[in-house]
């Protein structure tokens, strides 16, 4: 069955450049997570949502980092002006759980953001 | 302050032997606990998980144990594959957090030799 898609696989980019992120959750799934996670670090929480409803964006490093789940489906995440201190994996996953129920996320190979 | 620790970045043990990996945590609120396996260029994937109510979770060769009053938690893996070579990683959500948004410890990676 089709699983959490991520695109591209490998971005690099300069300094200053602006980058989109697309997610591709599990049809059905009410939330989305979007991680970072750093070469040798877990996976570090950006931003939630419910639906297309963005409940929490506590994680986001700076105001250059903005998140979209317009339908409640597809979510990207767009680095605007990127640092190289952004270069990561990012990482997107999906659950049924929403609201207070907790259950397993399914996460997506990943993004791994070069930023030369 | 990391409220996931996992204090060993590597383990290794021979095909057949038990594998136990540690877990401590920090955060009193915490109250839901997952293993997750990553291998190479994949995102992690879901193993077992534990909710606090419980002391114990088993599923064929994971076993996860809970300890609340020390705030630890281990995975074990009996008997270990070559195939659990992998990344693992500990997560824990909070009671009053969204959908169980997760926080990740760093991870320990198996080498399971055959």
């Known amino acids: 069955g089709a699983g959490v898609s991520q695109s591209p696989r490998y971005k690099v980019a300069k300094r200053g450049q602006d980058v989109a992120l697309r997610c591709d959750p599990i049809s059905g799934h009410v939330s989305l997570f979007w991680y970072q996670q750093a070469l040798g670090q877990g996976p570090e929480f950006l931003t939630y949502?419910?639906?297309?409803?963005?409940?929490?964006k506590s994680g986001l490093p700076s105001d250059r980092f903005f998140a979209e789940r317009p339908e409640g489906s597809v979510s990207t995440l767009k680095i605007q002006r990127t640092q190289q201190e952004d270069s990561a994996v990012y990482l997107c996953?999906?659950?049924?759980?929403?609201?207070?129920?907790?259950?397993?996320?399914?996460f997506g190979p990943g993004t791994r953001l070069t930023v030369l | 302050d990391q409220q996931v620790k996992q204090n060993s970045p590597s383990l290794s043990v021979q095909e057949g032997r038990i594998s136990i990996l540690n877990c401590d945590y920090t955060n009193s609120m915490f109250d839901y606990f997952l293993w997750y396996k990553k291998y190479p260029a994949e995102g992690p994937t879901f193993l077992i998980s534990i909710s606090s109510i419980k002391d114990k979770n088993e599923d064929g060769r994971f076993t996860v144990f809970l300890n609340k009053s020390a705030k630890h938690l281990s995975l074990h893996i009996v008997p270990s594959q070559p195939g659990d070579s992998a990344v693992y990683f500990c997560a824990a959500s909070a009671y009053n957090t969204n959908a169980g948004k997760s926080t990740f410890g760093d991870g320990t990676t198996l080498t399971v030799k055959p």
């Open positions: 996953a999906s659950s049924l759980a929403a609201g207070l129920l907790r259950g397993e996320q399914f």
């Open positions: 949502f419910q639906n297309e409803a963005q409940l929490d």
